[in-house]
């Protein structure tokens, strides 16, 4: 049985009026391919649970995205669903309607397999780097600043690369030092609640 989140209803509810029924329809194929599949937010964005991360949906103000988490080990199937769209955070491209979306039985195809590998208690990729490759440079007043905040140290700890990124870079290309401090304390505030950087973008759509 479907176990359903109201804190993803309301994600849902208070979307851009294009992006509700892509949601509502992906959310309805995931239950489908899954019954068994747990709903809560990751990253402050909709995700679906199933022995650990199964899947995740964002809406964003002109496009929503939909990603697996072993993404890795469906690549393959996903080249061939997604087609030839634009690039974007997931495996789909920016999706503007339902029709952007592969359809019901290729989702839910894709689905299945999914929860066959967290049946299978299979791993994604390691996805670190060679040495010197996609190391990112964290300045040390960024560091103290997230010492001295346990949970925005953890959040940070747990971030991929490109979340890290994403707040290092907004802080440090402040070009007054009063606008960085400021950044920086936002940034640690904002971690202490487990947000990525756009998380605005991600959690609102207006």
Request: charged share 35%; net charge positive; aromatic share 10%.
């Amino acid at each position: 049985m479907a176990k359903k989140d109201p804190r993803v209803d309301a994600y849902i509810a208070r979307s851009a009026e294009f992006a509700r029924p892509i949601l509502s329809h992906l959310r309805k194929v995931v239950h489908a391919g899954c019954p068994e599949a747990e709903e809560t937010l990751k990253w402050s964005s909709p995700a679906f649970m199933y022995k650990g991360i199964l899947c995740g949906m964002a809406a964003f103000k002109k496009h929503c995205v939909f990603g697996f988490w072993k993404e890795a080990l469906l690549r393959d199937r996903l080249e061939g669903a997604a087609g030839s769209r634009g690039k974007a955070m997931g495996q789909f491209g920016r999706l503007t309607a339902v029709s952007d979306l592969p359809d019901d039985r290729t989702l839910l195809s894709l689905i299945r397999e999914a929860v066959g590998l967290n049946d299978q208690g299979i791993k994604p990729p390691n996805r670190s780097r060679p040495k010197g490759s996609r190391k990112l440079k964290v300045p040390r007043y960024f560091l103290d600043a997230l010492r001295r905040n346990r949970k925005a140290f953890s959040t940070f700890e747990k971030f991929t690369y490109t979340n890290k990124k994403d707040y290092v870079e907004w802080v440090t290309e402040a070009k007054r030092e009063q606008t960085r401090r400021r950044r920086l304390d936002t940034a640690v505030a904002w971690m202490a609640e487990g947000k990525i950087r756009n998380w605005k973008y991600m959690d609102q759509s207006r």
